[in-house]
């Protein structure tokens, strides 16, 4: 009879997600018959059904920000965090972070600290939107109401952050994390929006110079850094230990070979099915579950997991505790 259940969320109506997810269920259960693994949707009247669970060991997850509704046991999932809040969390772990501040009405910085050109961008940024690299002695705070209507930083501050010479053209490295493991890694570059820039410094020898490796039309290689893994694993593990996906993006300094975490997107994902992901896997003709059997290990690191993060909690008890720190709580 099985000893603690495992309700993976799905939090969309997409069936090809849901597909991954019910696949990683089935395997769980095969992996360890002590599980009861399922997949579960995201709409409250859908979950009444989990009632008789409430009593019961679970662990409930998402692998994207989501409302807990009616999922018994003990829930993880992501958390949807500026920047100026995710930095501090990765610092206090040890994670290298480029150096930032948030930009604020008496921000004067020093080229000789921070080199002579910084990169601005917003705290509740996306996709790159926003990002620009600034000489490092204009840079000024402009209070949101000022800026353009859709301008991400009227969501939040705007920092200014210690730019990183990743070579000629932005290149960057994205990896998936599950509760601390690789499921992926690939390497993105951007070529085609601006010149390549030639030295770390050479923003004045061209305009218009594109500083970010995410556009629509970059090139993705599938890349099994050692380094770069061990640092998103290592970050992952001290930094979010209750965040079940998270999705790094690290910069490699060209110069001294020196690695950053630019942001761990800590809402989650799940690029294997997700549209998006998909797009990225047409263009460039790979495979994201190949790498490392994402399906396959998802199911092993949570036929272990399962058992030691299971817990007793339902949602009306969780609501009057949280305030006081329910150590059944995590990762929202």
Same mark, same amino acid.
């Given at each position: 009879?099985?000893?603690?259940?495992?309700?993976?969320?799905?939090?969309?109506?997409?069936?090809?997600?849901?597909?991954?997810?019910?696949?990683?269920?089935?395997?769980?259960?095969?992996?360890?018959?002590?599980?009861?693994?399922?997949?579960?949707?995201?709409?409250?009247?859908?979950?009444?059904?989990?009632?008789?669970?409430?009593?019961?060991?679970?662990?409930?997850?998402?692998?994207?920000?989501?409302?807990?509704?009616?999922?018994?046991?003990?829930?993880?999932?992501?958390?949807?965090?500026?920047?100026?809040?995710?930095?501090?969390?990765?610092?206090?772990?040890?994670?290298?972070? #480029?150096?930032?501040?948030?930009? %604020?009405? @008496?921000?004067?910085? $020093?080229?000789?600290?921070?080199?002579?050109? !910084?990169? &601005?961008?917003?705290?509740?940024?996306?996709?790159?939107?926003?990002?620009?690299?600034?000489?490092?002695?204009?840079?000024?705070?402009?209070?949101?109401?000022?800026?353009?209507?859709?301008?991400?930083?009227?969501?939040?501050?705007?920092?200014?952050?210690?730019?990183?010479?990743?070579?000629?053209?932005?290149?960057?490295?994205?990896?998936?994390?599950?509760?601390?493991?690789?499921?992926?890694?690939?390497?993105?570059?951007?070529?085609?929006?601006?010149?390549?820039?030639?030295?770390?410094?050479?923003?004045?020898?061209?305009?218009?110079?594109?500083?970010?490796?995410?556009?629509?039309?970059?090139?993705?290689?599938?890349?099994?850094?050692?380094?770069?893994?061990?640092?998103?694993?290592?970050?992952?593990?001290?930094?979010? #230990?209750?965040?079940?996906?998270? %999705?790094? @993006?690290?910069?490699? $300094?060209?110069?001294?070979?020196?690695?950053? !975490?630019? &942001?761990?997107?800590?809402?989650?994902?799940?690029?294997?099915?997700?549209?998006?992901?998909?797009?990225?896997?047409?263009?460039?003709?790979?495979?994201?579950?190949?790498?490392?059997?994402?399906?396959?290990?998802?199911?092993?690191?949570?036929?272990?997991?399962?058992?030691?993060?299971?817990?007793?909690?339902?949602?009306?008890?969780?609501?009057?505790?949280?305030?006081?720190?329910?150590?059944?709580?995590?990762?929202?």
């Amino acid at each position: 009879m099985p000893q603690s259940n495992l309700l993976i969320l799905l939090w969309c109506d997409d069936g090809r997600i849901g597909s991954d997810l019910e696949r990683i269920a089935a395997r769980v259960c095969q992996l360890n018959p002590e599980i009861n693994a399922r997949v579960v949707p995201h709409r409250r009247l859908s979950q009444i059904m989990l009632l008789p669970l409430w009593p019961q060991p679970t662990l409930s997850l998402s692998l994207l920000a989501a409302d807990r509704k009616l999922l018994p046991g003990r829930y993880l999932t992501g958390s949807y965090m500026p920047k100026h809040t995710e930095y501090p969390r990765l610092e206090a772990a040890g994670v290298p972070v #480029p150096k930032w501040t948030v930009i %604020a009405p @008496d921000t004067r910085l $020093d080229p000789a600290e921070w080199g002579p050109y !910084v990169v &601005e961008k917003p705290s509740s940024g996306w996709s790159g939107a926003c990002v620009r690299i600034r000489k490092t002695g204009r840079v000024r705070y402009v209070a949101p109401e000022n800026l353009p209507h859709d301008h991400r930083g009227r969501f939040g501050p705007m920092l200014a952050q210690r730019f990183v010479y990743s070579g000629p053209w932005p290149t960057t490295y994205r990896v998936i994390t599950f509760f601390g493991e690789v499921l992926l890694s690939y390497r993105q570059t951007s070529q085609s929006h601006g010149p390549a820039l030639g030295g770390r410094w050479n923003f004045k020898e061209f305009g218009g110079i594109n500083i970010c490796s995410n556009t629509r039309d970059m090139t993705v290689q599938l890349a099994a850094d050692d380094e770069i893994i061990a640092l998103a694993e290592r970050a992952h593990r001290a930094a979010f #230990p209750d965040f079940p996906a998270l %999705a790094f @993006d690290i910069v490699r $300094d060209a110069d001294t070979g020196d690695l950053f !975490v630019l &942001e761990c997107n800590p809402q989650g994902t799940w690029l294997f099915s997700a549209a998006i992901g998909l797009s990225i896997q047409a263009v460039n003709d790979i495979k994201f579950e190949n790498q490392f059997d994402a399906i396959e290990k998802a199911a092993r690191i949570l036929a272990r997991e399962t058992p030691s993060r299971s817990a007793i909690a339902w949602p009306r008890r969780e609501r009057r505790a949280s305030a006081g720190g329910d150590p059944t709580r995590g990762g929202s």
